[in-house]
């Protein structure tokens, strides 16, 4: 079982800056393709991100593109999710999801088999 966890949310001011990991202890992490998503309170779970076990092919939605970054440490087994220029719209739970079986990254949630409890991001205006 992998089991993935979470970490680096928190509140910040619009404009800032998060960091958020999605790290697990076991090796074979390295070779799933990882996504990250997102669900505000009355929406539905949305992708936000995604980068191939190889972290050479990425995938970034159009709402975020030039503000945030996936990128992948595998000697860390550690995935993260770098968010700059935020805005309150961005609020959300954040979850981290692992695809086993394709080596490029999904956006649809359907096609992740393994999901982090989620961290909450809350961006003030």
């Known amino acids: 079982q992998v089991q993935l966890e979470e970490s680096g949310g928190g509140l910040v001011q619009a404009g800032g800056s998060l960091r958020l990991s999605c790290v697990n202890s076991?090796?074979?992490?390295?070779?799933?393709?990882t996504g990250w998503f997102r669900q505000a309170p009355g929406k539905e779970r949305e992708f936000v991100a995604g980068?191939?076990?190889?972290?050479?092919?990425?995938s970034v939605a159009d709402s975020v593109k030039g503000r945030f970054t996936i990128s992948r440490d595998n000697a860390k087994n550690t995935v993260y999710l770098q968010m700059d220029k935020l805005k309150p719209e961005d609020t959300a739970v954040y979850y981290c999801?692992?695809?086993?079986?394709?080596?490029?990254?999904?956006?649809?949630?359907?096609?992740?088999?393994?999901w982090g409890q989620g961290t909450q991001v809350t961006v003030s205006s």
């Open positions: 076991r090796r074979t992490f390295i070779y799933y393709s």
């Open positions: 999801a692992a695809d086993k079986a394709r080596r490029s990254p999904q956006t649809d949630a359907l096609s992740y088999d393994y």
């Open positions: 980068i191939a076990w190889s972290g050479g092919r990425t």
